[in-house]
């Protein structure tokens, strides 16, 4: 997973990598990308058969994305469920150290 290829920086949205049948359509697209404008991104078996993730960039004072942090797992282990509570734990973790690099979120 790439950070800057998944942050939309003019909002800070992260957003998951599109399932194939979805980059057909723009509105299918749009629908997609709203809802998950949460701040963190979802990879529920897209790059690996096997694997969810969630990520959450780092970014820095000047709101450039310096890093981000990841959080991957074998399926078997890492439901759903687990991977949306994961998300959010490294999406607030990515805040703070944020925070603490000097970003202030618009």
């Not at 990598?17 to 963190?40: I, K, M, N, Q």
Request: with cysteine; proline share 5%; net charge positive.
């Amino acid at each position: 997973m790439s950070c800057g290829s998944q942050v939309a920086s003019a909002t800070h949205c992260l957003f998951t990598v599109l399932p194939p049948d979805a980059a057909s359509s723009l509105s299918a697209t749009r629908r997609y990308g709203a809802r998950h404008c949460e701040g963190f991104a979802i990879d529920d078996r897209q790059i690996l058969e096997h694997a969810r993730a969630a990520a959450a960039p780092i970014f820095g004072a000047d709101g450039e994305v310096l890093a981000c942090i990841v959080v991957i797992g074998p399926t078997m282990r890492v439901t759903r469920a687990k991977v949306r509570t994961f998300a959010k734990s490294v999406r607030d973790t990515a805040r703070r150290v944020s925070r603490e690099l000097g970003y202030a979120a618009p």
